[in-house]
C-alpha cells in the first residue's frame, strides 16, 4: 500500500439533494427533538405528523417543531396516509413492537438504535420487512456521515494495513433519575452507549469468535458497566467499555501494522480524525462539528434508498444490526442480564 499523500473526500452528498419524503415520528423524547430538527434545518424531507401517548404530548411537540398533525396514539400515526417512512423514537424496550406496527400498517421504518433488545426481536423485523417489501434499517447514525465514510475509504483501501487492535470506550456519568438508570426501560450503558463501540468494532472486525465480558452492577439496580474482550482466529482482538458509573473518554481506535486511525473524545458525532503511521507520518481531518445535525445523512440516505425502491442501506444492513444484537446477548448472558420484557 501506498501512503497517501492526503485522505480522500467524502462521497456523501448534501442531504438537501435527497428526494423529499413524508416522515411520521413514534416518539417526543430527546433523539426526536434532533432527528426532527436537523431534517428541518438541512434536508428536503417533510415531517408531517407525529404521535404520542397521550394526544396532549403530541400537540405540545407539533406547535414546537410547526409539525400539521398530532396523533394520540402510535396506531393513528402509522395509520396517517400521508406519512411515507416512520421513524421510530421511543424507549429501547418499545423499539420492535412500534417497528413491527409501522411495517404491518404498510410503512417504511428507520428504528433508533439499538434496533430491538435482542437478536430474536431483530430478526423478526428483518423477516417483517423483507415479507412486506417494506424498507428498514438502524438508526446507527455515525455510519452515515462523511466523517465515517472517509474512514470507510482508508479502511478499503489498506492504508492501516493489517489490523489488530479495535478499541472502543463510550462512558458518561448519569444521575439517579435519568431513564437510563430504570430497568423497567432496559436501561444501563449496554443499549443506549455501548450500541456504538461494539456496533463500530463489528463494522471493522466482523463477528467474534470469542467474548469475554465483565460487569458491575450500579447503585440502582441496573447494569452500571461493562468491558468486553472479543477475539478473532486472525489473531485480532476489540476491546469495549461502556459505562454509566463514570465519564470516560469517548474514544475510538482501529489500529494496523502500518497505522493507527484515532477518533478522540466524541467519536460518535462529526468532527475530526487522525491517522498516524508507525514511522510518525500523520495524516489529519477535520470537518465543521454539527453535532447532532448529523442526522440528517441518515435521514437522506433512507429518502434515496426508498425512492430507488431498495429495502436496506449499505451503511447499515440489517445483518449487521441482528450481529450487535447477538454480540450484545452474549455479553448479557455472561453478565446476568436479563430484560424484563424477556423473563
Avoid at 11 to 26: E, S, T
Avoid at 115 to 132: F, G, P, Y
Avoid at 307 to 335: C, F, H, K, N, W
Amino acid at each position: 500500500m501506498t501512503w497517501p499523500t492526503a485522505l480522500p473526500a467524502s462521497r456523501v452528498p448534501d442531504p438537501r439533494d435527497a428526494p423529499g419524503l413524508r416522515w411520521g415520528v413514534i416518539g417526543t423524547g430527546w433523539i426526536a427533538e434532533r432527528f426532527v430538527s436537523a431534517l428541518q434545518r438541512l434536508t428536503t424531507q417533510e415531517v408531517v405528523a407525529v404521535g404520542s401517548r397521550t394526544l396532549g404530548s403530541a400537540q405540545t411537540f407539533a406547535e414546537r417543531f410547526e409539525i400539521a398533525r398530532a396523533h394520540g396514539s402510535y396506531e393513528d400515526l402509522v395509520a396517517d396516509p400521508e406519512v411515507d417512512v416512520v421513524y421510530v423514537a421511543t424507549p429501547h424496550n418499545r423499539h420492535r413492537p412500534h417497528a413491527g406496527l409501522a411495517l404491518e400498517a404498510g410503512k417504511h421504518v428507520l428504528v433508533e438504535k439499538p434496533i430491538t433488545l435482542n437478536a430474536t426481536e431483530a430478526q423478526e423485523l428483518a423477516d417483517l420487512a423483507s415479507a412486506r417489501s417494506l424498507f428498514c434499517a438502524e438508526a446507527l447514525w455515525p455510519l452515515f456521515t462523511p466523517k465515517f465514510d472517509v474512514i470507510r475509504q482508508v479502511l478499503d483501501a489498506g492504508v492501516l494495513g493489517e489490523i489488530s487492535t479495535v478499541i472502543g470506550s463510550y462512558g458518561t456519568w448519569f444521575d439517579a433519575d435519568h431513564r437510563i438508570q430504570r430497568h423497567d426501560l432496559a436501561g444501563g450503558p449496554l443499549l443506549d452507549l455501548g450500541t456504538y463501540p461494539l456496533s463500530l468494532t463489528g463494522w471493522v472486525l466482523g463477528a467474534p469468535d470469542e467474548v469475554v465480558a465483565r460487569g458491575t452492577e450500579a447503585p440502582s439496580g441496573v447494569n452500571g458497566q461493562v468491558s468486553a474482550l472479543l477475539g478473532y482466529a486472525s489473531g485480532a482482538r476489540g476491546i469495549v467499555h461502556t459505562s454509566i458509573l463514570a465519564s470516560t473518554p469517548v474514544l475510538l481506535v482501529i489500529a494496523g501494522s502500518e497505522a493507527t486511525l484515532t477518533i478522540p473524545d466524541g467519536f460518535s458525532l462529526p468532527g475530526p480524525f487522525s491517522v498516524l503511521r508507525t514511522d510518525g507520518e500523520r495524516l489529519d481531518y477535520t470537518e465543521p462539528l454539527i453535532e447532532y445535525d448529523g442526522l440528517a445523512y441518515q435521514a437522506a440516505d433512507v429518502a434515496r434508498r426508498i425512492t430507488a425502491g431498495e429495502l436496506e442501506t449499505p451503511y447499515r444492513p440489517l445483518r449487521e444490526s441482528v450481529a450487535t444484537m447477538a454480540l450484545i446477548d452474549e455479553i448479557r448472558r455472561q453478565i446476568g442480564q436479563v430484560w424484563d420484557e424477556e423473563r
